[in-house]
């Protein structure tokens, strides 16, 4: 049997509709993953992984953050929200609907890219929501973000024009990345192809500068997923995340040939070619193992 995408919307108590995709655990519901995807995606980024997943007895909610995908603002583009503080309160309230939905059940968080900076912020200041998390390629060396000349060009940008929108295609940051890669993402028409600066402002600010302080406050089990050939989440940050978190239930596993969407296991569209399923089938169950034993 295999679990199908149900889609959804989540009333945040401001009253502005969180869109979500739910996969239901097929048989037995043995715990409740949610998860978030990274800077410009949408919850779409979970259908290779979903149903996997859900044969596992895990009922996985993926939601669009504020500002993207189908949870886009009402005259905004997506890429821009209007209170990111808002925005971070969503999770919040997200995971207090799931608990409601599934009383007694425990409740991971599994996040991707910059998602993960959003993972680790909220396990640092909700430390008795989760128990336990599972960070792909979390943003803890950022290349687009790291040198000093982005950081005082960004803070620059986001004093002066604050709600224009950067193009990450036309920046230096493009130059190794595959056309097929370019295109994928460009036809996939729910992700934000750009950002605000005051988004990038406050994602840099609030969850890219802080995320090892932030690490050194989690207790919760936590694993951490890196692909070596990822030229976007540097590999050298999973390993300082690792280094840094406060908790000793903690583990981290590297796949040598992986990149930022690991063997398109987090891509939004068809897997492909040049990752052949076994790949993506032997990352998946990592996880599946990481979740039973915890």
Known sequence: ??????????????????????????????????GIHG?????????NI????????????AFDLRGFGNSQEEG???GDTSDFGRHLQDIDETIGYVR??????KVFMLAHSMGGNYAIWYAANHPNSLDGLVLAAPGIVVRALST???????????LLVPKRMYDPYKSSFVEDKQPEDIKINLQDHLAAPKLSFRYLANIKRTLVDKALENASQIQKPTLVLQGEADTQALPYGAIRLYER???????????????HWFYDAFSPATPRAKFVPAKRDGLISVIRNWLRIH
């Open 245 to 259: 978190l406060g908790t000793t239930d903690r583990s981290i596993q590297t796949f040598p040939d992986a990149d």
């Open 39 to 47: 800077g410009g995606d949408h919850s779409g980024r979970f259908r």
């Open 76 to 78: 905004l583009p997506r």
């Open 100 to 105: 409601q939905k599934h009383p007694g059940e």
């Open 1 to 34: 049997m295999n679990s199908c995408e149900i889609a959804d919307y989540f009333k945040m108590t401001d009253g502005f509709n969180l869109f979500y995709r739910c996969w239901s655990a097929v048989s037995e519901t043995h715990r409740i993953v949610i």
């Open 148 to 158: 000093r000349k982005a950081s005082i060009g960004l803070f620059l940008a986001n």
């Open 50 to 61: 979903g149903p996997s997943l859900a044969a596992d007895g895990n009922q996985l909610y």
